[in-house]
């Protein structure tokens, strides 16, 4: 559970909570009762989320779907450190980001479900559209946060992707631009281990994804990303050191992708049952609702009430999504230049 330091690359690996749910409680990040339990509700509407939208798109009534299973302690933990002028530039696996940052549930299932609608921001949320191709937001993120540094906002913009992505040249020369500019900017690597069927032990030589960021002239941090108060804790001084003017960081959450790349993907043709199971037992709700049941903010009534709340507001944003009239065939032409083409002005005929 302290704080150790990896030999060889000295990269910082931060764990507060262990799979027990006991806490090193001199880590402990300021939360109070009320904001944990935030926590916990949070994470379980998530995953309701979650498992509602993979039914969804069994029974075809979305696409293609990225589940965040196992992943939810990383993705939450770092937009509960944000404030309200913070930027998020998410990739497509980011509905927990999303859903903790205040985005309507019902327009990620529009959103999934082929309406492009979806994706458009709500005013006052400072979230960049959802980025399909492998880490080419990660140039964005850098560039919104040297245009915040020059025009004196106190913004600071978080980048996230996976491991894979990190074996994407967009993602050196983001590193690269953000280090030479100290751009406010951090970075977040979700490293679930696999980036489809490739593990990350065949796409990098380095012992950590954390240790890249030395190279380019900033910090690189590792935290149990399945542990959301280190989550938290070392997004949330990463975020501040940025908006002092203290330059990026890199943080590599480390955990696990429980679920299939996408709904078009069957991972066990790649890995093993063994494996999967051993994450089981990491799981970041599990582990929560342990240390809150030590702490006495955690009981089987309360719990229950919690699912019971979750189920209903996913079921109302299914309900909403699909109320919503669908949208034009022509529309994809539409919206796609200020003027149409030829070409498409002799498609619209088609529709």
């Not at 996913?314 to 919206?335: F, G, N, Q, W």
Request: glycine share 8%; proline share 4%; aromatic share 10%.
């Amino acid at each position: 559970m302290p704080e150790t330091t990896i030999e060889s690359c000295n990269v910082k690996r931060l764990e507060i909570l262990s799979e027990t749910g006991d806490a090193d409680e001199s880590l402990m990040p300021p939360l109070s009762d009320s904001q944990i339990r935030e926590l916990y509700e949070t994470l379980v509407r998530m995953r309701t989320f979650d498992h509602r939208a993979l039914n969804l798109q069994r029974e075809g009534r979305i696409g293609t779907y990225a589940s965040i299973l196992g992943q939810e302690a990383s993705q939450l933990g770092t937009v509960y450190a944000l404030e309200k002028e913070d930027w998020v530039f998410p990739s497509f696996r980011e509905n927990g980001v999303l859903i903790g940052r205040g985005y309507e549930m019902y327009m990620i299932l529009q959103y999934w479900g082929g309406d492009e609608r979806g994706i458009k921001i709500p005013e006052g949320l400072n979230i960049f559209p959802i980025s399909i191709p492998v880490g080419t937001h990660i140039l964005h993120a850098v560039g919104a946060a040297i245009a915040a540094k020059y025009k004196g906002d106190k913004a600071a913009t978080l980048a996230y992707f996976g491991d894979g992505g990190t074996s994407e040249g967009d993602f050196h020369e983001a590193m690269n631009f953000a280090g030479v500019f100290k751009a406010p900017v951090v970075f977040i690597c979700q490293n679930n281990q696999w980036a489809i069927s490739m593990p990350r032990v065949k796409q990098t030589a380095a012992k950590t994804i954390a240790q890249k960021a030395f190279a380019y002239g900033f910090e690189g941090v590792q935290v149990d990303g399945n542990d959301i108060f280190a989550v938290y804790k070392a997004t949330k001084a990463a975020v501040d050191k940025a908006r002092g003017g203290g330059g990026p960081t890199l943080i590599e959450c480390h955990t696990y992708r429980m679920s299939d790349h996408t709904t078009a993907d069957d991972a066990s043709r790649y890995r093993t049952k063994d494996e999967v199971e051993a994450w089981k037992a990491k799981d970041p709700i599990l582990r929560l609702k342990l240390y809150m049941e030590k702490k006495g903010l955690w009981n089987e009534e309360y719990g229950k009430q919690v699912e019971t709340d979750a189920t209903a507001t996913v079921d109302e944003a299914v309900k909403k999504a699909e109320a919503v009239e669908r949208p034009r065939p022509a529309d994809m032409l539409t919206y796609t230049y200020k003027e149409l083409t030829p070409r498409q002005v002799k498609q619209m005929r088609d529709f």
